[in-house]
Structures are given as structure tokens and as C-alpha cells.
């Protein structure tokens, strides 16, 4: 059973991954590449916060969001 949205996504996340490493395609032009970048930092941040995310919520209670 999914607890929150961060299970849903970590959920979405393995699986994306997984398929990921099995498909390249060439990167021919910056917007390409750039998109290809975005991602990929997409996926450490999500991995970061999968293992710290009691400093992101306190963070964002710092803040006043939470």
C-alpha cells in the first residue's frame, strides 16, 4: 500500500530507472542535451531526498511551509 505521494513516486522512480538503462539515443542538439541534463539531476535530488527526508521537512518547516 502507498503511505504518501513520496512512496507513489519513489514507486515511479525504480521503475523509471530501471527503464532508463535500457534505452540511449543520442544527444544531437543542446536543447537534447540539456533535457538529458535536467533529468538527470532531477533523479540525484529525488534520490537525495528519498534518504533525508526528515532534514527536507524540517527545512521546509524552517520556512514556514509546513
Same mark, same amino acid.
Given at each position: 500500500?502507498? *503511505?504518501? %505521494?513520496?512512496? /507513489?513516486? $519513489?514507486? $515511479?522512480?525504480?521503475?523509471? #530507472? /530501471?527503464?532508463?538503462? *535500457?534505452?540511449?539515443?543520442?544527444? %544531437?542538439?543542446?536543447? #537534447? /542535451?540539456? #533535457?538529458?541534463?535536467?533529468? $538527470? ?10 534518504? %533525508?527526508?526528515?532534514?527536507? /521537512?524540517?527545512? *521546509? ?6
Amino acid at each position: 500500500m502507498i *503511505k504518501s %505521494n513520496l512512496d /507513489a513516486f $519513489a514507486l $515511479a522512480y525504480r521503475w523509471l #530507472e /530501471a527503464q532508463v538503462g *535500457k534505452q540511449t539515443k543520442p544527444l %544531437n542538439t543542446f536543447t #537534447e /542535451a540539456l #533535457e538529458a541534463f535536467r533529468t $538527470a539531476m532531477s533523479y540525484r535530488f529525488f534520490d537525495w531526498l528519498t534518504l %533525508n527526508r526528515d532534514l527536507f /521537512a524540517s527545512y *521546509k518547516d524552517s520556512l514556514g511551509y509546513i
